[in-house]
């Protein structure tokens, strides 16, 4: 009596047997094989949907730079317009399909962009930060002038002395700021300081803006 064959497949040449270990080995990688590809679709639909909510925030000049379709576009532009919270989550749902849509070298593009805003956000935070400094260190060190027009010396000096010495002026309390605790105020060379360091840390030689009736340290 012949035996009943055994039910299974080959693999590489070699018979596997259903039921034999050698069968759940290869299912349970099959498995894993299947959740990883999920896993990675699911990770990769991620990280186009936050791209998509990035580029809300895009400056329009490297907005206009890129190569995107009008459909995604006019469907960012209209995302802006939405208040209300579901129908944005709907519409950076449908934002989310587009980019998925999009190859890798818009993609690509789309990253570089938004890295460049970031990298110059950080360098404008830097740059105000430097002249706030410059502006109390001129105010309020003697030796702080000498210093700066070491390092400017384009810069109108007999304007920058003025504007100082206006500045400590105004920044001298009264008896009866001290008895209530007030902060010292500043007045318009104080910010006219500022935009002066501004301008000629950034490499402007732009002079400070004069409101009409403002103090002119050159009549000082």
């Known amino acids: 009596m012949s035996r009943k064959p055994k039910k ?5 040449g070699q018979f596997v047997a259903e039921g034999s270990e050698l ?8 498995r894993g094989t299947d959740e990883a590809s999920k896993t990675e679709l699911k990770r990769e639909s991620t990280e186009l949907q936050k791209l998509g909510e990035a580029l809300l925030t895009l400056r329009a000049d490297l907005m206009e730079g890129l190569p995107l ?3 995604l576009t006019d469907a960012i532009a209209e995302a802006k317009r939405i208040t209300n ?4 989550r709907r519409q950076m749902q449908f934002i989310g399909k587009l980019m ?7 993609l690509q593009a789309v ?6 805003q970031q990298k110059g956000s950080a360098r404008d935070a830097q740059s105000l930060h430097q002249a706030e400094k410059w502006r109390d260190d001129l105010i309020a060190k003697e030796d702080a002038l000498d210093l700066w027009l070491r390092e400017y010396p384009e810069t109108d000096t007999q304007q920058l002395r003025a504007l100082i010495r206006q500045a400590r002026k ?20 104080y910010r006219e300081i500022f935009q002066l360091v501004r301008a000629q840390l950034s490499g402007e030689n732009a002079q400070p ?6 103090y002119d340290p050159r009549q000082a």
Do not use: C
Request: aromatic letters at 6%; proline letters at 3%.
């Open 23 to 30: 069968d759940l080995e290869l299912k349970a990688e099959l």
């Open 8 to 12: 299974g497949y080959f693999v590489r």
């Open 69 to 71: 379709s009008e459909k």
């Open 85 to 88: 919270f579901e129908g944005k």
């Open 100 to 106: 998925r849509l999009l190859d890798e070298e818009t």
């Open 111 to 116: 990253r570089d962009a938004l890295e460049a």
């Open 170 to 189: 105004d920044v001298q309390p009264d008896k009866e700021s001290i008895s209530k605790g007030l902060a010292p105020r500043h007045g318009r060379a």
């Open 209 to 214: 803006e004069q409101d009409e009736g403002s």
